[in-house]
């Protein structure tokens, strides 16, 4: 969910659902563990387009929050990144109404993450379980949304990226495709060895020379929307 260089951290946020995760989580701070990684290959922000529409749902969140905030600090161009968030659960975080206006947003939309806000990083959320201030609906209606308010010259400086369930991609992808702009999706497979040994977590990409199996944990997790959704 971060990364500090300077000061040598990182977040991970988990819900422990497994005997790993639950072991992992009972650690006592400060206690050492070890760990590989980064691997495979992240989202690519192409300075061009500096409109970054994020798009989350549930355990899609953490990271996210990580492009969010390292786009907000990078000075490669003057990125400008747009928070879209879902969650059935309660969220994670506190949350506050925005004080960052958003265009297009449905009436009462106007949730926001606190953290975010406070960075100057607007972000809005939805969810059917209703909670206060959230879209009662999918997120990326709220990104539909936002985009119907471009015109086209604005929407050739927008790029999409999506991270959650498979569905959420999908829908991120055909919202990408109604406005013709391009869209990262990071890919979720089981994964066995997570290191490219096991071929387990293979998907069918589309490349300039047909259909090949890549495999999600070192080709990816990161793809082109457009070459693994039709
Ligand atoms: S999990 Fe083994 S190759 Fe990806």
């Not at 639950?22 to 500096?50: C, D, N, W, Y």
């Not at 409109?51 to 953490?62: D, H, M, W």
């Not at 990580?66 to 059935?88: C, H, I, Y």
Request: net charge negative; aromatic share 6%; hydrophobic share 40%.
């Amino acid at each position: 969910m971060r990364a500090n260089a300077a000061r040598g951290t990182i977040d991970v946020l988990c819900k422990a659902t497994g005997p790993g995760l639950s072991a992992l989580v009972q650690k006592p701070i400060g206690e050492l563990v070890s760990m590989t990684g980064p691997i495979g290959e992240g989202f690519k922000p192409h300075p061009h387009r500096p409109r970054t529409v994020l798009i989350a749902g549930g355990y899609g969140v953490p990271p996210m929050i990580f492009l969010a905030e390292q786009l907000k600090q990078r000075t490669d161009a003057n990125w400008k990144p747009l928070v879209f968030m879902g969650s059935e659960l309660p969220f994670p975080f506190s949350t506050r109404p925005s004080t960052i206006m958003v265009e297009g947003m449905p009436d009462g939309t106007i949730a926001a993450l606190n953290f975010l806000d406070e960075q100057g990083i607007p972000s809005r959320l939805s969810s059917r379980s209703d909670f206060p201030g959230c879209h009662d609906g999918v997120i990326t209606e709220l990104a539909q949304a936002w985009l119907s308010t471009l015109d086209k010259t604005t929407l050739n400086e927008v790029e999409l990226f999506a991270c959650g369930p498979k569905p959420l991609l999908r829908s991120a992808t055909e919202v990408a495709k109604q406005f013709s702009v391009p869209c990262q999706v990071s890919m979720e497979e089981t994964m066995a060895c997570a290191v490219g040994a096991c071929e387990g977590c293979n998907l069918s990409v589309k490349t300039p020379r047909g259909l090949e199996m890549q495999r999600v944990c070192v080709d990816g997790p990161v793809f082109d929307a457009y070459s693994v959704f039709d």
